[in-house]
């Protein structure tokens, strides 16, 4: 468990830092329930039972947090990921962002990031086909099928849209802050872990990819958003 304070985080952040314990602990996938009881022993005073705070979980209170419609639900934004009913697993994005709270909050020493949780949540867009044919070829995607693909688009629920715009810009952004923060010109997963370096001007690409799609598809995408009839 993580020996930062709970003080100042929003429900969503106790709620990921409790996935990262789980994670940690490890557990790479875990229950709705396993979730309920690493929550609340970060913070019984939030995540207790009414009036018992200090004895029993209120499973309820965490569950509004994952399966509600809050903008920073850690299921909507990707940092937690649901693998099958009632079974999640932290994803790599999440554990970039635990990283970075972490930072923010310190205890007063400076810190540095890992990488790998950062690689590891931007890897699959740099290697991305699309991304790639683009590199190559800067008409493509000329399909809005490619545009869907790189975005890992499942369905075309408004929502689902959202939360995987949300989370595509996460994780590129994130990336380009950490080789800003750390003065360098690429990101590797770490010293012996492998994996193709990812470099600054990479990065940017991506970026700019990105927000291409946003315009090239802009039609495409303001037709899911429309409230259907």
């Known amino acids: 468990m993580s020996d930062l304070p709970n003080r100042g985080l929003t429900a969503a952040q106790e709620i990921l830092f409790a996935a990262h314990d789980l994670d940690a602990a490890g557990k790479s996938e875990f229950t709705e329930w396993d979730l309920t009881v690493a929550t609340w022993k970060r913070n019984p005073n939030r995540f207790g039972c009414r009036g018992y705070e200090s004895d029993y979980p209120d499973h309820k209170r965490v569950m509004m947090e994952i399966m509600g419609n809050k903008k920073d639900n850690p299921v909507r934004v990707g940092t937690i990921e649901k693998t099958r009913p009632n079974c999640y697993h932290l994803s790599n994005l999440g554990r ?31 290697r991305n086909p699309v991304f790639r044919k683009h590199c190559r070829d800067s008409e493509e995607p000329r399909m809005w099928l490619g545009a869907a693909s790189f975005l890992q688009l499942a369905n075309s629920e408004p929502r689902h849209l959202e939360d995987r715009l949300r989370a595509t810009n996460r994780a590129i952004d994130d990336a380009l802050s950490w080789v800003e923060e750390n003065g360098v010109e690429q990101i590797n997963r770490g010293v012996s872990a492998g994996g193709e370096a990812i470099s600054r001007v990479d990065l ?19 037709a899911i958003r429309r409230p259907r009839r």
């Open 204 to 222: 940017r690409r991506l970026k700019e990819f990105f927000t291409l799609l946003q315009e090239r598809f802009a039609h495409q995408l303001e």
């Open 96 to 126: 970039s962002q635990v990283d970075r709270l972490r930072q923010s909050r310190g205890d007063g020493q400076q810190s540095v990031r890992s990488p790998q949780s950062v690689y590891d949540a931007v890897a699959p867009y740099y």
